[in-house]
């Protein structure tokens, strides 16, 4: 079983503003309202996937009590710690006339130590050595940065595997405990290097260094110029396929959601970056966090174009067809591809 942990889970409010403008009224269009955080996006995605998985986290409040509603609801197994206080609300403004996807996050209430105990036992009663940890996402104030670390190090104990989506702290402390699979987008991988990732060759590069230092696997997200598969048996660049991108919330997240779920079933690389590519351009095409289609999933998968990077040298200039490579020539084009960077 997949397990997914969301320590800092939010109601996500999705509105849609045309010509969404800074300081000036602007009229809202359209709106949603879905359970969030971005280990319960992955269990969503999952469920659609048909893998078996369990949301847990920490809830609190009239939002938290929404969330485990619309869960119930779409029958994801869950079982999460209700505290004091009140689950968070995130805005997303959708703008489709400007091309534009803003987040307003709030930061999370405070967690209190028993509570985090609490949580951590039913993570860990019966994680089994068949056992997936997805941790993922924010803490709430006052959880400290090495938390991912110390449970990446329980699940190994355990014999499970463990995939980390984080930033900042969490991500650094997090790889020092060895996770089986990291997945930052690049804005993250540089800030983690302190340098800019200039190209895939660059990224992949550095994501060879997270190898180093222990990770199995790293998969880094690139927005509209595609992502970054590395394993000590191969590196593959792979494009975002052309969508028309709805909202890009959860895009990241379901690219976890079907690196899970190709952990979890053994697919071969070329399976798993087909499926990842495939699942996170599907997302974007959904309003607010509504998990994909699965038919569309199985579409795009056909459309996932993927090549070598030979680090020695450049990024490989053709297809396994033999075809030339096809370069972006237009803003356009770079506009309309899968956003993975959330």
Request: with cysteine; proline share 4%; hydrophobic share 40%.
């Amino acid at each position: 079983m997949i397990r997914t942990v969301t320590l800092n889970p939010a109601v996500d409010k999705t509105v849609q503003i045309n010509d969404f403008a800074i300081g000036t009224v602007n009229r809202i269009s359209a709106l949603r309202i879905d359970a969030g955080g971005k280990g319960i996006n992955v269990a969503k995605v999952l469920k659609v996937l048909g893998e078996d998985c369990r949301a847990l986290g920490i809830l609190a409040g009239h939002n938290g009590h929404f969330i485990k509603e619309q869960l119930d609801k779409s029958n994801i197994d869950n079982d999460f710690v209700f505290t004091g206080g009140e689950t968070r609300t995130n805005l997303k403004v959708v703008d489709p006339i400007g091309a534009s996807y803003t987040d307003l996050n709030e930061p999370g209430g405070e967690v209190l130590a028993v509570d985090l105990k609490r949580l951590e036992e039913k993570i860990f009663s019966d994680l089994r050595e068949d056992g997936i940890l997805v941790l993922d996402g924010s803490v709430p104030a006052r959880v400290t940065p090495d938390i991912y670390g110390h449970w990446i190090r329980r699940a190994e104990d355990a014999g499970a595997k463990t995939i980390l989506d984080a930033d900042g702290q969490l991500l650094q402390e997090g790889i020092k405990a060895r996770p089986y699979l990291v997945k930052p987008n690049v804005h993250e991988l540089e800030s983690l290097f302190g340098r800019k990732l200039l190209g895939p060759e660059a990224v992949a590069q550095a994501a060879r260094e997270l190898l180093a230092a222990g990770v199995t696997m790293v998969v880094v997200s690139m927005g509209a110029e595609g992502a970054v598969f590395v394993q000590k048996a191969y590196t593959y660049y792979a494009e975002a396929p052309l969508v028309e991108v709805q909202s890009t919330v959860g895009a990241g997240d379901a690219m976890v959601a079907a690196l899970a779920c190709s952990v979890a079933k053994g697919y071969s690389p070329e399976k798993m970056v087909r499926l990842a590519m495939a699942t996170s351009a599907a997302q974007v095409l959904t309003p607010g966090t509504q998990p994909p289609e699965k038919e569309m999933v199985r579409t795009l998968e056909n459309r996932v174009s993927f090549w070598p990077i030979i680090l020695s040298g450049t990024l490989s200039r053709y297809r396994k067809d033999g075809h030339s490579r096809r370069e972006k020539s237009s803003k356009d084009s770079s506009d309309k591809r899968a956003q993975m960077l959330l």
